[in-house]
């Protein structure tokens, strides 16, 4: 008789100790664990608290500014300082372009009359305006006002006019180290933009800069804009006709283009509509001047024209891409 095998019995046994190690792992794994996330947590707690708070700090020491004028807008946020609001924001891209608003930013509605409800809502802690809009200022309740204005003092616009105004702006949010750094670093981008510029068309020395109110109608800027510490900036001249106003333009018509000579190439400043944009090619006129055929003529993206350092940059570099065609300086 063969011998009897107890083989359910046998399996049973080896079931039950396979389970007891099985559960004795987890029960050392749990308390592995839970040691390590204590020793962890120690650690942590062991960190001195200058490192776990200097972002904190930091946060809470920026001054929240608000600003209804984009070329104190712009600036600031070129110089790593944006503004929690400004005005006008749907509209940016058209008229300032760059610098590139961060998301946060918060729209104020209309720069000439800021919504006063949302500003209430707002951790302010400053107002950085400028004349202009200085009427609204009622408007802020107990929250202190500035006035900044980045424009021509005399009849010829100077570097001067600009730095000045950008230092005070680093004043004003505690930091004028970034402001001098931030002029530093703009002089740098103009002459890089300058270099650029002259690689690409080493006979252009003049400029005229004009921007279309619609086929016929332009403001040309003159020697009190910032296209003049720019050009001059970059080695370049602005070629004008007659003294602007406090805006830095005199209006002209298109006819009165004729004056400019054909070394001077012509600079058409964005946004220029569809529909202007056909009338213009449509016009006699324009195509009597010759522009784009036996003269010089080239489009720019849109600047702040009534910008501080910021536009200053901004045009600089929209002026190392600029495309030119016509004429016999290129």
Not at 75 to 81: I, Q
Not at 108 to 113: D, E, K, M, P, T
Not at 271 to 285: C, G, H, Q
């Amino acid at each position: 008789m063969p011998p009897i095998f107890y083989t359910e019995q046998s399996s049973t046994s080896l079931t039950t100790l396979k389970w007891f190690a099985l559960s004795l792992c987890l029960v050392l794994t749990a308390c592995n664990n839970q040691t390590s996330t204590q020793n962890s947590t120690d650690q942590l707690d062991e960190l001195p608290s200058s490192t776990t708070s200097a972002a904190e700090n930091s946060d809470r020491d920026r001054m929240n500014i608000a600003s209804p004028d984009w070329g104190n807008a712009a600036t600031l946020t070129a110089m790593g300082h944006a503004p929690i609001a400004t005005g006008d924001i749907r509209v940016w891209d058209r008229w300032v372009g760059s610098p590139k608003l961060p998301s946060s930013t918060v729209d104020l509605g209309i720069r000439y009359q800021p919504n006063a409800e949302l500003i209430a809502q707002l951790p302010v802690d400053m107002v950085i305006d400028n004349y202009f809009y200085e009427h609204a200022r009622n408007l802020y309740g107990d929250v202190p006002a500035e006035s900044v204005m980045s424009a021509a003092k005399g009849e010829t616009a100077t570097w001067a006019d600009y730095t000045e105004p950008t230092r005070k702006l680093g004043m004003l949010i505690d930091n004028p180290k970034m402001a001098e750094d931030y002029i530093v670093q703009s002089q740098k981008d103009i002459q890089l933009a300058s270099q650029q510029l002259q690689q690409r068309y080493p006979r252009v020395k003049k400029f005229a800069v004009v921007q279309f109110a619609d086929a016929n109608n332009m403001r040309m800027y003159v020697a009190n804009s910032l296209f003049q510490p720019t050009l001059e900036q970059m080695g370049k001249e602005l070629v004008v006709l007659g003294k602007g106003n406090n805006w830095g333009f005199v209006p002209i018509r298109m006819g009165d283009l004729a004056q400019l000579d054909d070394e001077t190439c012509l600079l058409i400043i964005d946004p220029l509509s569809p529909i202007t944009r056909a009338e213009i090619d449509d016009s006699l006129i324009w195509q009597r001047l010759g522009y784009g055929n036996t003269r010089c003529v080239g489009e720019l993206p849109p600047v702040w024209i009534y910008g501080g350092m910021s536009s200053l940059v901004s045009l600089a570099n929209n002026l190392s891409d600029v495309s030119l065609k016509g004429g016999d300086v290129l």
